[in-house]
């Protein structure tokens, strides 16, 4: 397989790749540097689910200011550096392809 490319595979839903928890590290990382210092697990808890704008609120909340301008594009940034596809996370890298393909793919 030199040169082309047989499969791509989209994983739109993390079930290939947790991007969650890559950016729930990030996003401790970030805020920890913002001055309110919170692991990964503590950014799970508090902003999981909750959407960007409402996560913005309680950061907020918590500082007990306003989220600096320009805070949540350096913070987008980086995630989507980190899962790039050039990304040294080895939960980005990609494998080695399988010897043989499916059966199911060869029934075409």
Not at 30 to 45: F, I, N, V
Not at 86 to 97: A, Y
Request: net charge negative.
């Amino acid at each position: 397989m030199t040169g082309s490319t047989e499969l791509v595979i989209f994983d739109c839903d993390g079930v290939l790749v947790d991007s969650d928890r890559v950016s729930l590290e990030i996003q401790a990382r970030h805020l920890t540097d913002l001055g309110l210092p919170m692991s990964a697990e503590d950014c799970s808890r508090e902003f999981l689910g909750i959407g960007m704008e409402s996560t913005l609120e309680t950061i907020a909340g918590m500082l007990g200011r306003p989220v600096p301008e320009g805070w949540l594009d350096g913070l987008e940034a980086v995630e989507n550096c980190a899962q790039s596809p050039e990304s040294s996370l080895p939960s980005i890298r990609s494998t080695s392809p399988p010897a043989s393909p499916p059966v199911e793919a060869t029934r075409r």
